[in-house]
């Protein structure tokens, strides 16, 4: 036998107790048989029922509710349907923020406010049911500014008035009776998170969106219009 084919022998005898092993089944003594379990039959774990989800509506005839609105305003699906879009929305108006006017921007208009006199834009904001507080709308563009809300007032204060007074900053009539709280209404503008108005500074609400004011219908009008702090019905 040649010196190679020593070699080759000696390489053989190592390696195939080593691959006999790999491939023995194990074949422990210390394994226990398989021992199948019966099913659970004790008591039965107490689970809360199944909610009942809401079942709200995304619109009311031809207009968008205001959950309907910021619903789809809030979906990758569905934004692109109302999302700078004009649309009409109906609701219950539950807030306004004309008592809360400084009295520097309650004035006739033609008046400039003081240089120290920021007054917010005028609005009002509407829910689907009075007293909800979370899913709300705000409604801005339906007057310039406070004065203009005060001339309005004026003007509708006046017996058998007939003409709608006009805000000519914004070029929109200002509702008759003025907006205020407990009216249902049809409002209709350009719903998107920003109002699209706006001359200076930004208004904004990314979560439930803003409405830039077109026109109004009153389906049930406010028992009072609005009124500024220091005007009193005549």
Not at 57 to 68: E, M
Not at 171 to 200: M, S
Request: proline share 10%.
């Amino acid at each position: 036998m040649t010196h190679s084919a020593r070699r080759t022998v000696s390489f053989l005898a190592l390696v195939a107790p080593v691959a006999l092993l790999a491939v023995a089944p194990g074949c422990s003594k210390s394994e226990e048989p398989y021992q199948p379990k019966p099913a659970y039959s004790g008591a039965k774990p107490k689970l809360p029922p199944v909610p009942t989800l809401p079942q709200k509506a995304i619109k009311d005839g031809d207009a968008y509710t205001v959950w309907g609105a910021i619903h789809h305003l809030r979906s990758r699906v569905h934004n692109q349907e109302v999302e700078g879009k004009e649309i009409t929305l109906t609701g219950y108006i539950v807030k306004t923020n004309l008592p809360d006017a400084p009295p520097c921007a309650v004035h006739k208009t033609g008046v400039a406010d003081k240089d120290d006199c920021k007054p917010p834009l005028p609005s009002f904001w509407i829910a689907d049911e009075m007293g909800e507080t979370k899913n709300v709308i705000q409604v801005l563009g339906w007057a310039s500014n406070f004065a203009n809300v005060h001339d309005a007032i004026l003007h509708y204060d006046k017996k058998n008035v007939s003409e709608a007074y006009r805000d000519g900053f914004w070029d929109v009539e200002i509702p008759n009776p003025i907006p205020n709280v407990g009216a249902k209404v049809k409002v209709t503008g350009t719903y998107g998170v920003a109002f699209t108005k706006a001359t200076a500074g930004v208004e904004s609400d990314p979560l439930n969106g803003v409405l830039s004011f077109s026109r109004l219908t009153y389906v049930q009008p406010p028992e009072e219009g609005g009124r500024l702090p220091g005007m009193k019905k005549r």
